[in-house]
């Protein structure tokens, strides 16, 4: 196997503390604009990964994340904008991180090398073949996400992953990887920032294209969303202001009596009101 860590290599500058705050902006921009061309390449991977995704999600199964540190902390963010964003359960997209919830905050020191824990906590939530599961590992070697994808394929239950080395353990190991690879950071090694940055812009794929998939949205419109703030139900009023050709203040009245936009504009295209 040709395993190469990319994101362990030198970066392509140095002397940093020589550097100008204009000039170290400057250069991590530079080193930014090539993340995206990196996703693009990867978007069969992404296509594929997407479909076992809506096809579990469409027969009542769960996504689960897992991941350690900066990898594991962004797939508890996507997993948790899933219920606002959409209006689904907080069961349906899960993330989890080695070191438990302590470790979203605070680094849990050794926690990524468990090679039992991911399994465990797994298992606490009772997952099954119904569900899938993505390991979200930037150097694709992490032993949390590694054996929990080991377990998970030894029990028949579908395994993705997102890593950004090319022919790493994990994406080996996973039935259907995402390669997405950005390289050597500007710091060296410091996968927060371009291997952060593409994890992100895949989990973003994901979920979006998954929930537009399940018929959670209509047109371009967040119409499940919940309306947890001003500023969401502001934005609820003028979604039906511009769909129903209402005025605000009745917007606001039917949105007050039915809680949610799509069941809004049900009830009125049912001639009710």
Request: aromatic share 4%; hydrophobic share 35%; glycine share 8%.
């Amino acid at each position: 196997m040709n395993f190469e860590k990319t994101t362990e290599k030198d970066s392509n500058y140095d002397n940093l503390e020589n550097m100008s705050v204009n000039e170290i902006v400057a250069n991590i921009n530079n080193e930014d604009k090539t993340v995206a061309l990196a996703v693009e390449k990867a978007l069969p991977q992404v296509e594929t990964l997407i479909k076992q995704v809506v096809e579990k999600l469409r027969n009542d199964g769960r996504l689960f994340y897992i991941g350690a540190g900066t990898s594991g902390r962004l797939g508890i963010l996507d997993a948790s904008e899933c219920p606002p964003t959409f209006g689904v359960s907080h069961d349906l997209v899960i993330g989890l991180i080695a070191g438990g919830d302590t470790a979203i905050r605070k680094a849990v020191e050794f926690a990524e090398d468990s090679t039992e824990q991911c399994w465990t906590d797994l298992k606490a939530y009772n997952i099954t073949d119904k569900d899938i599961v993505i390991g979200i590992a930037a150097s694709g070697t992490t032993p949390y996400v590694l054996h929990g994808l080991k377990k998970c394929n030894e029990q028949n239950i579908i395994t993705g992953c997102i890593v950004c080395n090319h022919q790493s353990p994990i994406s080996m190991e996973a039935k259907y990887p995402i390669e997405v690879i950005v390289g050597p950071e500007f710091v060296t090694g410091s996968s927060r920032m371009k291997a952060g940055t593409a994890q992100k812009l895949v989990l973003n794929m994901i979920t979006t294209a998954t929930m537009i998939q399940l018929g959670k949205i209509k047109g371009n419109k967040m119409v499940d969303m919940q309306l947890s703030n001003h500023k969401l139900v502001n934005r609820g009023i003028q979604m039906l202001v511009k769909e129903l050709n209402i005025s605000e203040s009745k917007a606001k009245e039917l949105l007050d009596k039915y809680g949610n936009v799509r069941e809004v504009i049900k009830h009125i295209k049912n001639g009710r009101n």
